[in-house]
């Protein structure tokens, strides 16, 4: 079985899968071995965990390094014995309320949008099958707008409406795309970019008719920051971490062999339109939390999964190394802001877009489909 990781077109075929191209782009698949726990054995791949604990020691140094800038500049034994409640009560102050919630947001943020990336690129079989082309990252940013523009509620009522705006937009994409029984494919693609163009314009109306002030408000929540966060923006998608990327582990085998095809796919035993409501719906909601806790995130759920399944070489859909994958592109690209020669602090959805953007032109470029 091999997957492209380039964009297809409609008349070339099925639209194919990025998340497990590695016969066809990168080499042959690496070699798997089977852990045997009483009954029960597991398959996995030695590569893919070689590459997974590099991404976590990478995320983890990153996270160091961000823990110990900003404009008081401490040191990593500062970082280390604030975080155990030791030393100066400044120092505590800053590591623990400020930035330990922020580079948890960011952690937890990442592997929401790569695992989520990675569901969708996979139920869809297009490498443009992210959360955020296909019109639920604008979702949530419109129930977001909304909120802020008609209502001005506060922070946590903007988190409720995002999560609210991106699951309304999902079921609309989801039941537009639904065709006999069974959705996915280009359909969803081509459905969910023009629901997104939809809601894109609506939040144009809603910033051009609401207050100055708070639609200036809006207009900073639209431009995705990791500035100011708290515990009360970590915990909640830290939770959905816990709680919602282990559905999509457990969705993993099933959506690589639903890639083989329908009728393949069940004649495996896998009920694929079950599977694949299931794997949305966690998608969705780890999207709409992401979105909640950091605003619209461009391109993260685009390129994390596809950079994954480089480095693996595997052809099963990359939901945990993709996880991974984006919390290290998230905290890198928030050092990233802090770092650069500006004296304006650049909002991480701009960040991500800028390399995101460059990226996807390098995607299309080396497509021979496109």
């Not at 077109?9 to 194919?16: F, I």
């Not at 590099?54 to 990593?76: E, K, N, R, W």
């Not at 069940?266 to 966690?282: D, F, N, P, W």
């Not at 390129?303 to 099963?316: G, W």
């Amino acid at each position: 079985m091999t997957r492209t990781a380039e964009p297809a077109s409609p008349s070339a075929g099925p639209p194919a899968s990025p998340s497990a191209s590695a016969a066809a782009a990168t080499g042959t698949a690496s070699r798997a071995s089977t852990l045997a726990l009483g009954p029960v054995r597991l398959r996995w791949s030695r590569r893919t965990a070689v590459v997974a604990l590099v991404l976590t020691a990478l995320a983890a140094l990153l996270s160091v390094c961000a823990l110990q800038t900003g404009t008081l500049a401490l040191g990593f034994t500062d970082v280390l014995g604030a975080l155990f409640g030791v030393g100066e009560p400044r120092t505590q102050t800053v590591v623990q309320r400020i930035r330990l919630p922020r580079t948890l947001t960011a952690l937890a943020v990442g592997a929401c949008l790569g695992a989520a990336g990675a569901a969708f690129q996979s139920i869809s079989r297009n490498a443009l099958g992210s959360p955020d082309i296909i019109g639920f990252t604008t979702g949530a940013a419109t129930g977001a707008v909304a909120q802020i523009v008609l209502f001005d509620g506060g922070p946590v009522a903007t988190a409720g409406w995002a999560v609210g705006g991106g699951l309304v937009a999902a079921g609309a994409v989801y039941l537009l795309s639904l065709r006999g029984g069974v959705t996915g494919g280009y359909r969803l693609v081509l459905i969910g970019i023009g629901v997104g163009a939809m809601l894109g314009a609506l939040n144009t109306v809603l910033l051009a008719k609401g207050d100055s002030d708070l639609a200036a408000q809006a207009h900073l929540w639209l431009s995705g920051s990791l500035a100011a966060r708290t515990w009360g923006h970590a915990l909640p998608v830290l939770g959905a971490v816990l709680v919602l990327l282990p559905v999509l582990l457990a969705c993993a085998r099933s959506l690589s062999l639903m890639e083989m095809g329908e009728d393949a796919a069940r004649a495996l035993g896998i009920r694929t339109e079950r599977t694949r409501l299931v794997a949305m719906a966690a998608a969705v909601g780890l999207t709409a939390m992401a979105t909640a806790a950091a605003g619209p995130i461009a391109f993260v759920a685009l390129a994390a999964p596809q950079l994954a399944v480089r480095l693996t070489r595997a052809p099963a859909v990359p939901i945990g190394t993709g996880a991974l994958m984006g919390a290290v592109l998230m905290v890198g690209s928030d050092l990233l802001t802090q770092h650069l020669p500006l004296r304006v602090a650049m909002p991480i959805g701009l960040m991500t877009g800028l390399v995101g953007g460059v990226y996807l032109l390098w995607l299309l470029t080396r497509s021979r489909q496109v």
